[in-house]
C-alpha cells in the first residue's frame, strides 16, 4: 500500500466526505424558499427531504464492498461528479418540482457511497500520514462539520445574495467538481485480498450480534430517535416558527441545522463518559435529553417562538449525539472483530429510519396539532425509555 509521507495527505479525503454531508444538507434551508416562494405544501417538501433516504441507505450499505473491490478512489470520485449533478438537479428544480425527487436521489446516493467509503479512505491516509490515532476523530468532524456548514452556508447564500434557488446549488457543485481534481493524486489504500476458504461459521449468536436480546431490548428502542431528534429540530422546528422569523427564515433554518449538528458532536467526550459496560447509563441519558427536547419543542410551536427553537435544538442535537454514541458503543460489546462492520451497518440502518419522522409528523398534522404530535412522540420515547431502563443491566455481552 502506497503512503503519504505528506502529513495533511488526508485533507482532499475528509473535504470530500465534509462536500458530500454539504450537498446532503443544503436542502434544508432551500426548502424554506420553496415553501414561501413556490407555495410548496408541506407533505411534498417532507417527502422531498425523505427520498434522499431511499438513495443514501442502499449506497451505505454496498459502498464499502465495492470500496473493498474497486478500491477508496474508485468508488470516491465518481460519486463526487455525481453528487454535484445532483446539485445542478437541483438548481434546475426551481422550474420543475419533480426534479427536487431525482436530485434528492441521487444526492442520497453520492452521500452514502462517500460516507462509506470516504471515512474509510480517510482513516487509512490518517494512518498512513503517521496519525492512525486520528483517523476517527476526523471522520466525524468532516462528516459533522460537512452537514453542518452545508446547511448554514445554503442559508446564508440563499438569504443575502441573488437567485436564492440556484446559487447554494452552483456553489456546492464547483466545490465537489473541485474535489474531484484535489483526490486525483491521493494514493490508493485499498489492499487486494486473496481468496480463501471461509472458516466454519461461529454460534449463530456470534454471527448475529442483531439478535442479542441486548440488541433487541436496549439498542433497538432507542436507535430511531437519533435521527428522530435531529430532523424534528432542523427539518420541522424552523417552517412552524416562519413567521417570527421573516426576513431572514433561511439562515435561521440554516443556523439551527448547525446548532443542532455541531452539538451533536460536541456531546461526544460526555457520552464516553456516560458509557458504562455493566448498564445503559448512557442510552438513558440520551433518550432523557430527547424527551426534554421533543417537550420543548412542543412549547415553542405552542408560544411560536424561534427563542425556545434554539433551546429545542441544543437539547435535540444533545440527544442525537449521545444516542448515536451510546448505540455504537453498545454495539462494539456486542459484536465480534469479525461481524461488528456489518452489525454497525445494520445498526445505522435502524437509526436512520428516523429520517421518516418529519414525513409522518406531516401527514398526521392533518388530524391534530404539532404541539400534540411532538407531545406524543415524546410520550412514544417514554415508553422506549421505560423498555431500556427494564433492559439495562440484563443480557450483559
Known amino acids: 500500500m502506497p503512503a503519504t509521507r505528506d502529513a495533511h495527505g488526508?485533507?482532499?479525503?475528509?473535504?470530500?466526505?465534509?462536500?458530500?454531508?454539504?450537498?446532503?444538507?443544503?436542502?434544508?434551508?432551500?426548502?424554506?424558499?420553496y415553501?414561501?416562494?413556490?407555495?410548496?405544501?408541506a407533505v411534498p417538501v417532507a417527502s422531498m427531504f425523505t427520498t434522499y433516504l431511499l438513495g443514501f441507505l442502499p449506497a451505505l450499505l454496498l459502498g464499502g464492498p465495492a470500496a473493498n473491490r474497486w478500491g477508496r478512489r474508485r468508488v470516491v470520485r465518481p460519486a463526487l461528479v455525481l453528487s454535484a449533478a445532483?446539485?445542478?438537479?437541483?438548481?434546475?428544480?426551481?422550474?420543475?418540482?419533480?426534479?427536487?425527487?431525482?436530485?434528492?436521489?441521487?444526492?442520497?446516493?453520492?452521500a452514502g457511497l462517500v460516507l462509506s467509503a470516504g471515512t474509510t479512505w480517510l482513516q487509512e491516509l490518517s494512518a498512513a500520514s503517521g496519525s492512525p490515532d486520528a483517523g476517527g476523530r476526523r471522520a466525524t468532524y468532516a462528516t459533522g462539520g460537512g452537514f453542518a456548514a452545508g446547511a448554514l452556508i445554503a442559508g446564508v447564500l440563499t438569504e443575502w445574495l441573488p437567485l436564492p434557488l440556484l446559487l447554494p446549488c452552483l456553489v456546492h457543485a464547483l466545490l465537489a467538481l473541485a474535489l474531484v481534481h484535489a483526490t486525483r493524486g491521493l494514493p490508493e489504500t485499498a489492499v487486494p485480498r486473496a481468496v480463501t476458504v471461509p472458516e466454519p461459521g461461529p454460534p449463530r449468536r456470534r454471527r448475529c450480534p442483531v439478535m442479542h436480546p441486548r440488541f433487541i431490548g436496549v439498542v433497538l428502542p432507542a436507535g430511531p430517535a437519533v435521527f428522530a431528534a435531529s430532523t424534528v429540530a432542523y427539518v420541522v422546528l424552523p417552517p412552524?416558527?416562519?413567521?417570527?422569523?421573516?426576513?431572514?427564515?433561511?439562515?435561521?433554518?440554516?443556523?439551527?441545522?448547525?446548532?443542532?449538528?455541531?452539538?451533536?458532536?460536541?456531546?461526544?467526550?460526555?457520552?464516553?463518559?456516560?458509557?458504562?459496560?455493566?448498564?445503559?447509563?448512557a442510552t438513558l441519558v440520551a433518550m432523557l435529553t430527547v424527551i426534554g427536547g421533543l417537550l420543548v419543542s412542543a412549547l415553542a410551536v405552542h408560544w411560536n417562538s424561534a427563542g425556545l427553537v434554539l433551546t429545542a435544538a441544543v437539547?435535540?442535537?444533545?440527544?442525537?449525539?449521545?444516542?448515536?454514541?451510546?448505540?455504537?458503543?453498545?454495539?462494539?460489546?456486542l459484536a465480534p472483530p469479525g461481524t461488528r462492520a456489518s452489525a454497525v451497518s445494520l445498526y445505522h440502518g435502524v437509526t436512520y429510519s428516523g429520517f421518516l419522522t418529519p414525513l409522518l409528523l406531516a401527514v398526521t398534522a392533518r388530524s391534530a396539532p404539532y404541539p400534540a404530535l411532538l407531545a406524543g412522540l415524546a410520550a412514544i420515547g417514554?415508553?422506549?425509555?421505560?423498555?431500556?431502563?427494564w433492559h439495562s443491566r440484563r443480557h450483559l455481552p
Not at 418540482?97 to 442520497?108: A, D, E, H, K, N
Not at 417514554?382 to 431502563?389: E, R, V
Open 240 to 281: 412552524l416558527v416562519a413567521n417570527r422569523t421573516l426576513g431572514y427564515a433561511p439562515v435561521f433554518s440554516g443556523a439551527v441545522t448547525a446548532l443542532t449538528l455541531a452539538v451533536g458532536i460536541g456531546v461526544q467526550p460526555l457520552a464516553a463518559w456516560l458509557d458504562h459496560a455493566r448498564s445503559a447509563r
Open 86 to 110: 445532483a446539485s445542478l438537479l437541483l438548481a434546475a428544480a426551481a422550474l420543475l418540482q419533480p426534479l427536487v425527487y431525482v436530485s434528492r436521489l441521487l444526492t442520497g446516493v453520492a
Open 10 to 33: 488526508w485533507f482532499p479525503a475528509a473535504a470530500a466526505v465534509s462536500a458530500a454531508g454539504w450537498g446532503a444538507n443544503q436542502f434544508t434551508p432551500l426548502s424554506m424558499v
Open 382 to 389: 417514554l415508553l422506549c425509555l421505560m423498555i431500556t431502563a
Open 35 to 41: 415553501r414561501a416562494q413556490r407555495h410548496w405544501a
Open 315 to 333: 437539547l435535540l442535537g444533545a440527544g442525537y449525539g449521545l444516542t448515536l454514541s451510546s448505540g455504537l458503543r453498545e454495539i462494539r460489546r
